[in-house]
């Protein structure tokens, strides 16, 4: 079975810029949670999607979004980038439950903000 | 704001040892708890995950869990330096908090050959 795929793997932007990410979860996994991996901060949660909808959502400010797709692969998105976004962006699916079923990760999308 | 603390290590053990991982929360009504791995420049991998109170044992990971104390912990015996890596642990303190994990932000394992 295939795993979760994330695309791009590396991405430069610039601040103000705007950038979209993709995950594609394993076969059968209707859930998909997005967190942001930093030196400082460690992974923190973004927000999740199940079925189409957003079933939770961390504190992060509201330039971060995200969607599913009825296939269930995900994009986030960022606007007007800051020099802070910068960071390793993990996808992570899992069956049902976001916080009870194991979560399988992606390879990650490498951010850096000029 | 619900936490979960990690000693950020490095933690070196020799090779054979048992290297002994810790882990806090803040929330004593937390449902889940989760280990992972995470090598540099990789994803986090998941170890094992624990339920209930006591311990749970695969292969040369166990993991101890004391909900009264607040504590998960995670042992590995006869630690080889493939073991080098970070250690996640990872608490779903559910109710308001919703459905989620929050992570600590990792121990470092050096495992000396």
């Known amino acids: 079975k295939a795993g979760v795929t994330q695309t791009p793997r590396y991405l430069i932007k610039t601040r103000g810029q705007q950038v979209t990410l993709s995950c594609s979860p394993i076969?059968?996994?209707?859930?998909v949670s997005w967190y942001q991996q930093t030196p400082g901060q460690g992974l923190q949660f973004l927000f999740e999607y199940f079925s189409e909808t957003q079933r939770n959502k961390g504190n992060f400010p509201g330039r971060f979004s995200g969607r599913q797709f009825s296939n269930s692969r995900s994009e986030m998105n960022v606007s007007t980038l800051e020099l802070g976004d910068s960071a390793l962006y993990l996808c992570a699916s899992s069956w049902f439950r976001g916080g009870t079923d194991t979560q399988y990760f992606g390879p990650g999308t490498r951010l850096t903000v000029l | 704001q619900k936490e979960v603390e990690q000693n950020s290590g490095p933690l070196s053990v020799p090779e054979g040892a048992i290297a002994s991982l810790n882990c806090t929360y803040s929330d004593r009504g937390s449902q889940s708890f989760f280990w992972y791995r995470q090598y540099s420049g990789k994803s986090p991998e998941l170890i094992m995950f624990?339920?209930?109170?006591g311990d749970k044992e695969d292969g040369r990971f166990t993991a101890q869990l004391n909900k009264a104390s607040q504590y998960v912990s995670l042992l590995i015996r006869d630690s080889q330096p493939s073991d080098s890596a970070t250690y996640l642990c990872?608490?779903?303190?559910?109710?308001?908090?919703?459905?989620?994990?929050?992570f600590g932000t990792g121990t470092r394992l050096a495992v000396r050959p």
């Open positions: 624990i339920y209930s109170n």
């Open positions: 076969s059968g996994h209707r859930s």
């Open positions: 990872a608490v779903n303190f559910g109710g308001s908090s919703g459905d989620k994990l929050t």
